[in-house]
């Protein structure tokens, strides 16, 4: 097992093990299982199609760890897309996906929680642009856990649904098990609802709201060969982002409150923009971007100084993402002469889930 410290201060100290397990064998039901469901297996195939998320930032890092979910954050969905494909069946499980240990995982998890006893038959796909802050993971699973929701007549609510892949949110590794990873809501709950969403603690979502319709996102990613994976993500969020959290949290509340949602509410992009480059240097955002070093902030200052008016690093990084009226022609030559690229182009996503019946012959 590895084990990781945590330090919050000079006497806040923790150590963390990461203990990693068997696909079903650690499962928190959350007490949906005390409620009797009534299922409706339905005929044919369930499809949904998820839009990825734009994970801007966390709101206190001392409110979650790896196997306890929450610590609120704001995001936004966009047009990027991983679908799910369910087929009820008489028993037993098959699953078409790369990953199969996580889809795996949480069909158990479903089907403990709520006393479904039949078989899945499970095809996913993902949007394939990994380890640049689209969400992957989260995405793939709010698509399948959807889907399987739907499948056996929507016994559980989206909220719930949320909740269960939250306490239950796992990565894979390299020998087929699993280990507990973060999570806050954000990607689940943009990716249902669409447009941007203000998450609080315990994946409660507290506001959301559409985002920058009709306005172009664009991913660019800076030259950088830190890794912000496994151990090394780790020591990021849960030490230096940790300590400036206990100076920045309040300030973060107040400013999603008070100022982004009004914001949201107006469509004022460009006041949305400054309230998130604000962020950049506050809590987990400022150790997130300062792992990548200061050339990070070097470029996000160029982009604002060339008038786009919204600038954020999504995730751990180090993707900088852009919404703009710029389409990508336009924002290609202007950030040419500073050395980046536009790694992919987009738009907000403010549907959220897309859900399709097949009945077979």
Known sequence: MVIMKIRGGDLDLVEYEFKTFQPGT??????????????????????????????????DMNRFAPDHPGG?????????????????????????????PIIRNFVEVFKRSTGYRGGFR??????????????????????????????????????????????????????????????????PAVSTHGGMAVMGD??????????????????VIPPTDISS????????????????????????AYMFLMDLIPALERE????????????????????????????IYHYMSLLREAGLEFVGMSSVGPSIAVVTIKDRKALEKLIKPMGLTVAISTKVDNRGLIITHKIGK
């Open 26 to 59: 650690i499962i928190k039901t959350l007490g949906y299982e005390k409620k009797k469901y009534t299922f409706k297996p339905c005929k044919g195939t369930i499809t949904v199609v998820a839009p990825a998320r734009i994970h801007l930032t966390v709101l």
């Open 72 to 100: 609120g954050g704001i995001g936004f969905a966009i047009q990027c897309y991983c679908t799910a494909e369910v087929e009820c069946t008489k028993t037993g499980l098959e699953i078409d996906y790369n990953r199969e």
């Open 122 to 187: 499970i095809r996913a796909t993902d949007h394939q642009h990994k380890h640049v802050g689209l969400g992957s993971t989260s995405t793939v699973m709010i698509a399948v856990a959807t889907a399987l929701n739907e499948a056996v007549g929507s016994p559980l609510s989206n909220n719930q649904l949320r909740t269960l892949i939250g306490h239950n949110y796992v990565e894979e590794t390299a020998d087929g098990s699993i280990a507990f990873g973060f999570e806050t809501g954000v990607g």
């Open 202 to 219: 315990e994946l409660v979502l507290a506001y959301h709201h559409p985002f920058a319709e009709g306005k172009h996102v664009h991913i």
């Open 229 to 252: 994976a496994g151990t090394k993500e780790f020591d990021l969020l849960m030490n230096k982002a940790r300590t400036l959290y206990y100076r920045d949290r309040e300030l973060k």
């Open 268 to 295: 004022d992009l460009q006041k949305i923009g400054d309230i998130v480059w604000e962020i950049e240097f506050r809590g987990s955002k400022r150790a997130e971007v300062e792992h990548h070093s200061y050339g």
